[in-house]
């Protein structure tokens, strides 16, 4: 069983920074790929970002390429989402997520499918 929390999400204005971090307990997630996921209210749970679990593969949403950037410090047991340029469509409860075997995620990372333990989330909000 693996134990996820993730931290620093807040309010803060359009064109604003923010970096989310996604802390592991209870096992190491070094060896597993973690995908990043929002949801706003009223709408579908969705893919941002995920890493494979070396952190050489990378993979975003549209919607937030060129201006989001996952990462992790495998020595620390954490994963980032560095978030810039931030709008106000960007507001919602993020999400980190790992699936329940090390290595390669068997299926795909946009998928929330894929990812068997998940955090308690973090809200963001972006005001205009």
């Known amino acids: 069983q693996v134990q996820l929390v993730e931290s620093g999400g807040g309010l803060v204005q359009a064109g604003g920074s923010l970096r989310l971090s996604c802390a592991a307990s209870?096992?190491?997630?070094?060896?597993?790929?973690v995908g990043w996921f929002r949801q706003a209210p009223g709408k579908e749970r969705e893919f941002v970002s995920a890493?494979?679990?070396?952190?050489?593969?990378?993979y975003s949403a549209n919607s937030v390429k060129g201006r989001f950037t996952i990462s992790r410090d495998n020595a620390k047991n954490l994963v980032y989402l560095q978030m810039n340029s931030l709008k106000p469509e960007d507001t919602a409860v993020y999400y980190c997520?790992?699936?329940?075997?090390?290595?390669?995620?068997?299926?795909?990372?946009?998928?929330?499918?894929?990812?068997?333990?998940w955090g308690q989330g973090t809200q963001v909000t972006v005001s205009s």
């Open positions: 209870g096992r190491s997630f070094s060896n597993y790929a």
């Open positions: 997520a790992v699936p329940l075997r090390a290595g390669s995620l068997s299926g795909s990372y946009y998928s929330p499918y894929n990812y068997d333990y």
């Open positions: 890493i494979t679990w070396s952190g050489g593969s990378t």
